[in-house]
């Protein structure tokens, strides 16, 4: 089994609906983290959480929400999906040492029609 | 905004030849690190480099750092068909990583 699960792999929807994108990992780290990948533009970080109570902002956050249920699950929200946001999205775990690298899961490809 | 950048954005070489990519960025770091991402797929991996050191190796991987100048490349060698993906540095600093816009390998048999 994969040390980070993304559900669901693949998503089309349409503008205005909410989406929930979730991941799940078995790795025990503290750190979890969303990424959004464009063509050409490399990984730029949605949010990041250094546990469950602590949450942070990362570059691109506007237009989107997240929720640290435990310290296996964070999951991404689209309050209400615009097509701009039609990307690949990737969640990554890493533990607190900072000089440890990231571990990603699959991702999930997003269409917003 | 984008710390790093690749050079080049795609390089296409014949298997068995060394494959050379490299990365720059602009401000200082606590490492650099690399991964792989075949198509489709989430990113690996393949080696991390602390700020304090200049060059690291891991199977047909080499990485070297020069904080002088800010840059740092990563040395495949012996290509193989396998090698075929994207390659992205990414840099450490304040616990978060930022990332380049990748390297696209094509290794041709």
């Known amino acids: 089994d994969a040390d980070v699960t993304q559900t669901p792999r693949n998503r089309i929807t349409k503008t205005g609906k909410r989406i929930m994108l979730e991941c799940s990992q078995t790795k025990g780290h503290d750190r979890m983290y969303w990424y959004r990948q464009d063509p050409g533009l490399g990984l730029r970080l949605i949010y990041y959480s250094f546990d469950v109570k602590d949450i942070n902002k990362g570059e691109i956050s506007d237009g989107y929400s997240v929720s640290r249920q435990a310290q296996a699950k964070f999951s991404l929200s689209l309050e209400s999906a615009i097509p701009n946001q039609t990307a690949l999205y990737f969640c990554?775990?890493?533990?607190?040492?900072?000089?440890?690298?990231?571990?990603f899961g699959d991702g999930t490809r997003l269409s917003i029609l | 905004s984008q710390q790093g950048e690749e050079d080049p954005q795609a390089l296409s070489i014949q298997e068995g030849e060394n494959a050379t990519m490299n990365c720059s960025y602009k401000t200082s770091i606590n490492n650099l690190q690399w991964y792989r991402q075949n198509s489709g797929r989430g990113l690996v991996h393949l080696i991390l480099?602390?700020?304090n050191e200049r060059e690291k190796h891991s199977g047909r991987l080499r990485v070297t750092l020069d904080t002088s100048k800010k840059s740092s490349s990563l040395l495949i060698t012996a290509s193989r068909a396998a090698d075929t993906a994207s390659y992205f540095c990414a840099t450490g600093r304040n616990y978060q990583l930022i990332w380049g816009a990748g390297t696209k390998l094509i290794i041709k048999p």
């Open positions: 480099i602390r700020s």
């Open positions: 990554a775990t890493s533990d607190t040492d900072s000089n440890q690298p990231q571990h």
